[in-house]
């Protein structure tokens, strides 16, 4: 099977490629991190422990995912982080979708997984017990080993913005904060259950 | 619409493909007093299935087939290994589908609508041959398609107002019959730049209604055009101009969900049914006098190279073995500019803060310029000007991913995304020029790769990489044109701004491979876009085409089924019924 070329790599698509990923640790990589419990509003999904059933996480990737897409796009007063429009809830959910790119569900998975791995090896800790900052300088190291790492956060990002600027309907952009933060004017009309935007093909 | 064995037969026309090529011809002929099957692969959807759903409407596949399922084959040149390289779509990062399902494509349009210039039809004897390319005159000429670009603008409901300008329009008319719409601020800033420049702006027609018709509501303005499906039935999809009309005579069936593979013939040579997969994927089979294929240029080419009979071992209409050939995109390039709001003053951000969604302002002065090398009139194009795409999570991805350091994340994103949104405002431009016709680029058969249904699918060669002549006078004249527009960007005072012009073929905007002429042995179609092989065969999507224009093609398409729907009426025996 033909390697494709990263140049071809639009914005908006998500391709994926081999990834000759050798999972030496996965025997032992048994123990996850506990997240905190941090307060949050009530229809907040931070943690995998308050969400409905999840669809294609487990609780602990859904944790993982959740402090990655936290440092990606981070909260702020007056502008919406991915913890605040439920980002992680929406990739859950939105994956799980017939005209999902499956192959994104492997890239996502594994990227986490090394992520992890990185964070174990550079500061002996998982990185969901990391400081921001300490988080954050993992994201760089991750970004700096090569084209594999640097297209998985690309991959993160794509979603990551989905859930931001998207539809409530799909589980994100809650209480529409994504659009108020950038004082987007959405388009009508807009769908009012999810039925109306189920796949077609 | 009705499906399984419940279909009548011995139907006047049947249309296969749904969109701007097929709908007018439904029209005319079921509003004529005929019976006319319309054939389409993809749903019927209408109003109640459309939303500005950011996700749902532009970036899953909604209105188009998954490319697991339904590829095509790309094939193209690969300079590092000097051959040619087979590639599906799912893999090459193309996607030629645009909109399957009643009314196609046409749904998702903006609705930037230009009619061809006179010229336009004599390309090769106004401006000459180019080595390497296959540039060929039409045999009609703009006199004749005239009167049916001013019936679209009825019928489609185009709205716009007649400025004159060095390249205006002959029109048989004095004027649009819809008002333009309303425009953004920026509309006047640009008309002030471009008469400063010694330029010639002009309000760009639009196939949106802009009042109200009897069935037919005006635009609401949310801005939401391009790649959207319209709420209000205001844009002039070949669904509401001529389908909805067509099916309120009784005479019209619409087959949804239908996807056509064969088309037979009987040893004479004539088509005596089409086979389709019906909802159920079952085998159904009907009947017609008259056939008319209207899929989009390469949908088109492969049913006819599919459709292999005793008289057609190269497929359907294909003996002269020109079938796919000269396949056509549109050269295109575009500009881009930001108005920074911290260095502007108050009264300008109050202008361009406001949320009118259209500028609607083309330029055409650069339709014909001097060669700067020859000195000679040489063919360029038009340059349209409009704000950047509405969906926000394009624009934010691309603030992410436009940068030299790959991706932007965290704060820094978040200052840029703030940036972006709050603090300036985005124009783009857009530029058509002429795609040259050569023998690299065409459609075929693949001989490998197959379809959900079991079906070869098409193979696209595009050729446009290839180090040639007429590769290097289409990219030339998109530089050239492109960077006029700049130069407009310049006038304005835009920040950031640049332009791209590598003539990529336009995967939204394709015609060519069964084109039409007066000579059978170079041609595929008659001046009525009737086979001139099979008699009761009519092709009426923008398969036609020699040569495109320095335009989008959606208005041509609709004007010449137009066209041809007048003569197919004629062959049927005239007006029956005038209901």
Redesign the interface.
Known sequence: MKKKSLNKIQTTTRRSFLVNLPIVFSSCYIIFSEVACLKKPINNFWNAKDKPSLKTFTEKEYNLITSIQDRLLPSDKDFSGAKDVNATYFLDLILNRSDADKEDINIIKQGAIEIDLLSLKVEQIYFNDLSDDKKDKILKSFFEIGKKERYFLRVMMIYTLEALLGDPIYGGNVSESGWKSLNHQAGFPRPSNIEQVLPTY | MISGNNIMNDFDVCIIGSGAGGSPIAKQVSIAGYSVVVVEKG?FFTEK????????EC????????LS?EPHMVETYDDETNSWEN?STL???YDFWNGCMVGGSSNLMSGFFHRMKPFDFKLKTTFGDIEGANIADWPISYEDLEPYYTLAETEVGISGVVVDHPFADKRSTPNFPYEPLREHPLSNWIDKAGHELGLNPFPIPRAILSKPTETRSSC?Y???CGS?AC?TKAKGSARVAFLEPAIKTNRCTIIANAKVFKIVTNESGKITNIKYFDNNNKIQSLNAKYYVVACQSIETSRLLLLSKGSKYPNGLSNNNGLVGKNLLFTATGSGWGDFNYHKIDSKKVKELSS?EPFINRAFQDFYVYSDPETKKNRKGGTIDFLFDH?N???S???T??NTKD??L???E??NE??HY??HSRHIIFEVFCDWMPTNDTNVSLDLEKKDKWDIPVAKVKLGNNLDTKANLHTKETVEYVASQGYKILEKLGTENSGYYAGAHPSTNLVAGGCRFGLDPKTSVLNIFCQSHEVENLFIADGSFMPTGGSVPYTWTIYANSLRIADHIVKRLGGIKDKK
């Open positions: 749903p299935d459309f939303f500005k759903d950011e996700i749902g970036r899953r596949n909604k209105y188009t087939p998954k399922e590639t893999e090459a990062n609401s949310t801005g939401f959207y709420n949320l509405p926000p999570i394009s934010a991805i691309s992410s991913f790959y991706i994340w965290g704060r994103l978040k995304l703030e949104f709050k």
